[in-house]
């Protein structure tokens, strides 16, 4: 797939939750500037989530709550693990509790993680073509 502006990530988002409605974890790779925030961010939007969405480089971990169709409150966690340099420290932040909470986890960067991340993850790899069209690879 090919997304040739910003607004195709919503179209992206969309098509993320019908067509893996059961995928809670979701691993974006890419580039720096390749879309992997700009997709969360649309991806929220789309569950629902009323506050501002941004990066959580220094925080590692963003929390954001949305209302479920049945009601429920929800959270989705978004990670940015750029500047994790071991599993161990993924380990040390609580990085598994996220993954087995049933929540929705969208991870930035999971390379360094990969050996954590079970094939049940959604793996999404975003690449900036030379044109600045995005090409997208769902795993």
């Keep these: 797939m090919t997304i040739k502006q910003a607004e195709g990530m919503k179209d992206l988002a969309q098509e993320v939750l019908h067509q893996y409605p059961d995928r809670r974890i979701i691993a974006l790779s890419g580039d720096l500037g390749a879309g992997k925030t700009t997709f969360t961010q649309q991806f929220a939007y789309l569950l629902g989530v009323k506050t501002a969405i941004t990066s959580p480089t220094f925080s590692l971990v963003n929390e954001y709550e949305y209302q479920d169709v049945e009601g429920q409150i929800r959270t989705l966690y978004h990670m940015d693990l750029y500047r994790i ?21 969208l991870i930035e960067w999971p390379q360094i993680v990969e050996n954590l991340l079970s094939d049940e993850v959604l793996r999404i790899h975003l690449e900036i073509m030379e044109d600045s069209s995005r090409k997208v690879l769902i795993l």
């Design 85 to 105: 340099n071991s599993t161990e420290e993924a380990l040390d932040f609580g990085f598994e509790e996220y993954l087995d909470s049933g929540e929705y986890c």
